[in-house]
């Protein structure tokens, strides 16, 4: 049997997970806008190639980084 107290930690605790996640796929979703907007850079005329490929990195990096944390914050 569970108390009213219980029961509502339990519900503080999945609002709580489902922020992380949010942040987690709104991070991932920029981490991607940041790889089109790095190729687009990377593959215009206007000669930006290396800028453009220090953005897709960069982008590409922070998602991975921000995959792995929330696997980290999932194991908790």
Do not use: H, P
């Not at 509502?8 to 907007?37: K, S």
């Not at 290396?50 to 921000?66: D, K, P």
């Amino acid at each position: 049997m569970t108390s009213s107290v219980e029961g509502q930690e339990r519900r503080d605790l999945d609002a709580a997970e489902t922020r992380i996640y949010g942040v987690v796929w709104l991070g991932l979703l920029a981490a991607a806008a940041g790889v089109v907007v790095g190729v687009v850079t990377a593959l215009s005329e206007t000669g930006f190639f290396v800028v453009g490929a220090a953005l897709t990195t960069t982008s590409v990096t922070l998602g991975a980084l921000v995959y792995l944390v929330s696997k980290v914050l999932d194991r908790l």
